[in-house]
Structure formats: C-alpha cells, structure tokens
C-alpha cells in the first residue's frame, strides 16, 4: 500500500528520483540525499508503515533480512572503520520522513566530524532492583501488543 504524500513511496514508486543501491519485491535502497558520511544509504519497506511501532513482523523480517548484506556492500566499497545502524521514531527522535527507514551510515575515523551523537551513562542512578521493575513493565506490555501476532 503506497501513501501519495509519501516522499519515500514516491521515490518507490520512481516518482521521484534517488541514487537506487538495491531493490527486489520487499525492499528498496537508495543514497541519503544529505550523505552524512559518504554512502550514507537508507534501507526502506516497500510498504507504507509510519515507523517501528505500527511495522507488522514479516515486513520488518524482510528488511532487517537485507540489512546485513547491503552493510557489508557498503564496507567492501569505502571500507569504513565503523557503520553506525540507525532509526529514528517520531518527531521527539529526530524522525523527519514518516515512512519507516533505516540510516546505515558508514563510519570514518580520519574524517567523522559530521556525525556525532552522546548519551549519558546513568548507571550509578539505578540498582539492580531498579532495572528488574522496569523490565517487568516492560515485559507486561509485551502481551498488550496487537500487532504482535502478525
Ligand atoms: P529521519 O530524520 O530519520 O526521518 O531521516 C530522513 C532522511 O531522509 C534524512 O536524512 C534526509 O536527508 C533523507 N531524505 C529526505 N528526502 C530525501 C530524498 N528525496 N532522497 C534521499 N534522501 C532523502
Ligand atoms: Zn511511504
């Protein structure tokens, strides 16, 4: 199902043009248009889903299937010293584009200075205990998941 507003529908759809690395029934890959690093590449659904949380399972299974292989395609071709995997959901982490993506961007140590991200180690602020009742919320959620079953 492909949404007419969509930005990424349309550039499935070849509406709009992008730099394709890679596309079968399920997936399509293509060159971020800003290149955070050089072959900063998004991985995409062919379905329209908004992001992770409303992602039925087997549209999931068949991009991180993917994943893997275009990672090493991307290390074989600039060989990076890194590649960070990346998705942001929602406005509050940096989401843009509502149609579920994947940032792949490759990592280089002589000249990374346009990616940089920092979070904190709050390790000392929670015990054991602490983390054991998070998980436990958590966990209780995980039965609440309508899309679960797909
Ligand atoms: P996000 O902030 O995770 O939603 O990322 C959206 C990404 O889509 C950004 O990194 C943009 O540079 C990229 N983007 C937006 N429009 C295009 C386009 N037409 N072709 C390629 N990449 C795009
Ligand atoms: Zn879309």
Redo the contacts with the bound molecule.
């Keep these: 199902m492909d949404h007419k507003d969509c ?1 990424f529908c349309q ?1 499935i759809n070849g509406d ?1 043009p ?1 730099a394709k690395v890679y596309e079968d029934e399920h997936v399509y890959a ?5 290149q ?1 690093t050089k072959g900063h590449t ?1 991985v995409i659904p062919k379905t329209h889903t908004r992001n992770i949380y409303d992602t039925p399972g087997d549209v999931a299974k068949e991009l991180f299937e993917r994943i893997p292989q275009l990672a090493r395609a991307i290390k074989m071709t600039y060989q990076p010293d890194g590649m960070n995997i ?1 998705n ?1 959901n929602e406005k509050a982490a ?4 509502f149609h579920l ?1 994947f ?1 792949l961007i490759p990592r280089y140590l002589e000249s990374d200075n346009s990616f940089n991200f920092t979070w904190e180690n709050n390790t000392d602020h929670y015990t054991l205990e602490d983390l054991q009742n998070i998980a436990n919320d958590i966990h209780l959620n995980i039965d609440n998941d309508n899309l679960h079953s797909s």
């Design positions: 930005i550039i709009i992008s293509f060159l971020d248009i800003s955070v998004l990346l942001n940096s989401q843009t584009v993506h940032h």
